[in-house]
């Protein structure tokens, strides 16, 4: 059940109108990375979510992104000011012409999407979606500081921002609790799953964690090493988890090295083959 509670999660002020930065804020309204995203992305998780402590999360953050919607929508509303106010050359005028506050859009004008969301129902992988997601939000508020001298409004943003940092705190912790479980339980693969691949050739070929250390095998020449037919499939034993089974053929058409095209032979007059 939803209510509407009067109160603002946060008093929005705003020193002067500022159509211009309204425009800007509306990345955080309708975007991508912004509020109405966070929002939906967490509620459609949380009514998929058969875990309880991490469904009750879920909820929680999705009911505060909501919040932040509003207060985002208020600031927007407040400063694009009266509509026939806002300058006959502003270039998002379509602002003033068509809602005369906050339009579900991004901030250049291209409509909320819901494909946006990201939902797996793995909650491995949605939470990690949703960490990077935090991240990506405070980087835009980031970014958004960056543009208003208006004392109130940034004070707006630095809130937010603050806000998403302890959302993606949150998801991060939860994440910890679910190592080993759904999508991270195993990989299928212990020796491809472990490889690290060097594929670009020149100068400059970095080590480090990534490729280093933790069981991780290095392949410096990997095209050599793997490249030909099939070869992740092929020798695997009966009981292997993976997709390509061992008696898996169809595998030489995509690869030059055993499929030699045949030379054209060129058509020699008077011998050419007889159509009817
Ligand atoms: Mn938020
Ligand atoms: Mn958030």
Not at 3 to 31: C, S
């Amino acid at each position: 059940m939803f209510k509407h509670i009067k109160d603002m999660e946060y008093t929005v002020h705003v020193d002067r109108p500022d159509p211009r930065f309204a425009n800007l804020l509306l990345e955080q309204f309708g975007g991508p990375h912004g509020e109405l995203k966070a929002a939906m992305q967490y509620f459609t998780q949380a009514v998929g979510c058969n875990n309880p402590q991490i469904r009750d999360m879920l909820q929680d953050i999705a009911a505060e992104e909501l919040s932040h919607f509003e207060m985002v929508g208020e600031c927007i509303a407040m400063l694009l000011g009266p509509t026939d106010k806002v300058p006959r050359d502003f270039p998002a005028i379509h602002l003033a012409l068509l809602t005369g506050g906050p339009s579900l859009t991004n901030s250049m004008g291209a409509p909320w999407n819901a494909s946006y969301i990201e939902t797996t129902g793995d909650l491995y992988a949605d939470l990690c979606s949703n960490s990077a997601g935090e991240l990506r939000a405070k980087l835009i508020y980031e970014r958004l500081l960056q543009q208003t001298d208006d004392a109130g409004v940034k004070d707006m943003v630095r809130f937010l921002l603050s806000r998403e940092e302890s959302h993606n705190f949150s998801f991060m912790q939860a994440i910890e609790t679910l190592k080993g479980t759904g999508v991270d339980a195993n990989f299928r693969d212990s020796e491809f799953s472990k490889k690290y691949m060097n594929l670009s050739t020149g100068l400059g070929d970095t080590r480090g964690p990534w490729n280093q250390g933790n069981g991780i095998q290095y392949e410096e020449n990997p095209n050599e090493k793997f490249g030909g037919p099939a070869q992740y499939g092929k020798d695997r034993s009966a009981d292997s988890k993976g997709e390509v089974g061992p008696g898996y053929q169809d595998n030489t058409r995509n690869n030059p090295q055993y499929t030699q095209p045949k030379p054209i032979t060129a058509n020699v007059p008077g011998q050419e083959k007889q159509m009817h």
